[in-house]
């Protein structure tokens, strides 16, 4: 059924009795109180949580650029720590002494004559250090260096390698002058994922791993790189035995 | 010009924005006991108008940024409050299932039946007054909430239709419509249709007389009604 239609004068009525019972009283105590409270828990979050800094856009953008960057380097700087302990893949230069010491790693012609001048490659930055600094420096690279490494170039000496003997004095060099090995302890944690064979502790970009040397097999010796905590080798090579 | 003079409701809400801890209770301060008529209008009982208001309240709270200055702030809280009130009207979808006056009892409680305008009707009158209030309330009710809110924010508290379409966010005609529907579903319900010799019909209450028994209880049926 229709609403009837009204005349202007039953429409004015309606309207008048509506208008007759329109609330005039004051809010009712017990509402302003409620009122009162929930407003001074609002303030009070308010400023327990204070705006969040605005990120914009573009410093996001930065920000994600720098960090895939820096997970590239970290790639580039373990792949050529791992290159320096596994002959198959690559050799070492004289001015690298450990796949610990990754920023040392051998990378252009630049860094050779870095190298010349009794630098170690630093940046720029780094090289307007104190003397006193750079005297250390060379100490402990001296102490370094008295290590029996290999001398032939990285890439060049690779396919020459016929053995892995001139690797194990240098692979056993890391073990002392690892990161992580005096807050990590890869004898006790790695090992237990260790394989049969001979366990070296490395690091592969920045984290602790193990590199297994097998029982040689026909001629040939596997050499696998587990990472601490993963159950599987991330990396294996054959090598000739020796 | 005085420099305690009042600050502008807008000239608040921009405080509040900037992380005032007091201009948003200034400001609602202010506006609050329309909000709450309009609260309880809309609701129709005191505890789910307490409810809608204080969510409106929160909302408007937390909301206060995105005013964007087009309209009177106080516009814009009315249209936080009844937006408030009718989404809980809606989630509640009407789950009572007997009309009760709204505030009859908060009244009775204070020893007045109706507004303070009434205090010189005797009590014969105030029981005629009671009356109509308790059936226009209860006719209100049977609206939807769209039309009720409509009805409450043009017929009760007297804004325009303009400003009740900024309030609730519809257009004018929208408005219109709805307030005209609305007065034709109550017109029946308040005895507005009744035939009478002419005159407007008093909400289809007897004529307000001495006959009225002054010794009953004062919220009793008229004694003359047959």
């Known amino acids: 059924m229709s609403d009837p239609e009204l005349t202007p004068e039953q429409d004015e009525a309606v309207r008048a009795l509506l208008a007759s019972v329109r609330h005039t009283d004051p809010t009712p105590p017990e509402v302003v109180a409620r009122l009162d409270e929930t407003l001074a828990s609002l303030t009070a979050e308010r400023r327990e949580v204070p705006a969040a800094p605005v990120v914009t856009l573009a410093s996001r953008r930065r920000r994600r650029v720098a960090t895939a960057l820096l997970a590239a380097a970290a790639v580039v700087v373990g792949g050529v720590g791992i290159t320096q302990v596994l002959p198959g893949l690559a050799g070492s230069d004289g001015d690298s002494s450990s796949a610990g010491s990754t920023a040392e790693a051998p990378m252009s012609a630049d860094d050779s004559e870095d190298s010349a001048g009794g630098d170690r490659g630093l940046t720029d930055q780094s090289q307007r250090s104190s003397s006193a600094d750079e005297k250390q420096d060379d100490s402990e690279r001296q102490g370094q260096e008295s290590a029996p490494l290999p001398s032939a170039s990285a890439l060049g000496a690779g396919a020459a390698l016929t053995t892995d003997e001139p690797l194990r004095p240098q692979v056993r060099a890391i073990q002392p002058q690892a990161p992580f090995t005096s807050s990590y302890d890869a004898g006790s944690a790695c090992l237990v994922v260790a394989q049969t064979g001979e366990s070296v502790a490395v690091t592969y970009g920045d984290q602790p791993g193990v590199l297994v040397f097998r029982v040689p097999d026909g001629g040939t010796q596997r050499v696998d790189l587990f990472l601490c905590g993963r159950p599987d080798a991330v990396r294996s090579l054959r090598l000739r035995a020796p | ?226």
């Open chain 2, 1 to 226: 010009m005085s420099e305690l003079r009042e600050r502008s409701d807008a000239e608040l809400l921009a405080l509040h924005v900037d992380g005032d801890p007091d201009a948003f209770g200034e400001l609602f301060g202010r506006h609050r006991d329309r909000l709450w008529a309009v609260a309880l209008r809309t609701m129709g009982n005191p505890e789910d108008a307490a409810d809608g208001l204080q969510e409106g309240m929160i909302a408007a709270f937390r909301r206060a940024g995105s005013f964007r200055g087009d309209a009177a702030v106080t516009t814009w809280l009315h249209r936080v409050v009844v937006n408030s009130c009718l989404d809980r009207l809606r989630a509640m979808k009407v789950r009572r299932a007997e009309p009760l006056p709204d505030d009859l009892e908060e009244r009775a409680d204070r020893g007045a039946l109706v507004s303070a305008t009434d205090v010189e009707l005797d009590p014969a009158q105030l029981t005629v007054a009671d009356e109509r209030r308790r059936m226009v309330l209860a006719a209100l009710r049977t609206l939807t909430p769209d039309q009720r809110a409509a009805l409450v924010l043009v017929d009760m508290e007297g804004y325009s239709v303009a400003e009740a379409a900024e309030m609730l966010d519809v257009a004018e005609g929208t408005v219109k419509s709805r307030c005209f529907r609305g007065r034709a579903k109550l017109a029946p319900l308040l005895g507005v249709l009744a035939p009478t010799g002419g005159d407007v019909p008093h909400a289809g209450n007897p004529p307000e007389t001495a006959d009225v028994p002054t010794t009953g209880p004062p919220r009793g049926p008229p004694a003359d009604r047959a």
